[in-house]
């Protein structure tokens, strides 16, 4: 019964809210869609724990193992770390500066995927909150309106209106604005964590294939 009530006060709040309500709540939803699409891609398809990924893959490298490292890369599916790691491991019978070219390519390749439409967030987090101002300020001029011109039996009606209009478009940009604030901030941590991984275990991985070539010519002598 509470549940039913609060959801028919926020019909009655969204109704009194005015014009600058709709472009608000269409803000929302394009915010809503990118926070989930962004979730799924950032805590999910491109995410693997970096540490215990490279201990598995550190393993086979010790033991002269590349095609079960790769294995290992192979298993971690779109994940972006399992994906540089592979690259560096292709090249691992080539030089440094080969390895290194062929984790930096890969790097690149996989930068922008992960900081992909986190901007829009950023964006949609302004506008709302500039339309949610807009919706105050639309609503305040025709509560003075309503004092200035309208006729003495209706202007409390129509200047509660303006006020409601003003308080409610306030409302739901702030609401707006703070959920897609807080997505933003949530999701931009989880890409640089992901890019400081690529960044640490990438060097990693150059110290481990330099110490398994420098092993493997002191076998051969």
């Known amino acids: 019964m509470e549940q039913a009530g609060a959801i028919q006060g926020f019909i009655i709040m969204f109704q009194q809210g005015g014009f600058w309500v709709m472009p608000i709540a269409v803000a929302f939803a394009v915010s809503v869609a990118l926070v989930i699409e962004r979730f799924i891609r950032l805590f999910g398809h491109y995410n693997v724990d970096g540490t215990s990924f ?67 967030l950023a964006l949609i987090a302004n506008i709302a909150t500039l339309l949610g101002l807009l919706g105050t300020i639309t609503g305040l001029i025709k509560s003075f309106n309503a004092v200035a011109l309208a006729d003495p039996a209706q202007r409390q009606a129509i200047l509660s ?61």
């Open 54 to 120: 490279m201990f598995e893959v550190q393993k086979y490298i010790l033991a002269n193992d590349l095609d079960g490292a790769i294995r290992v890369c192979n298993g971690a599916g779109k994940a972006a770390l399992a994906k540089v790691i592979k690259s560096g491991l292709q090249r691992a019978s080539r030089d440094q500066s080969q390895i290194q070219n062929a984790i930096d390519a890969a790097s690149l390749e996989v930068i922008p995927k992960l900081e992909k439409r986190l901007p829009y």
């Open 161 to 221: 209106a303006g006020i409601a209009e003003a308080m409610n478009a306030t409302a739901f940009g702030l609401v707006t604005a703070i959920f897609t604030m807080v997505a933003h901030s949530i999701l931009s941590n989880r890409a640089t964590k992901i890019l400081e991984e690529i960044d640490e275990f990438g060097v990693k991985l150059m110290d481990l294939l330099s110490a398994r070539k420098y092993r493997h010519s002191s076998e051969q002598e």
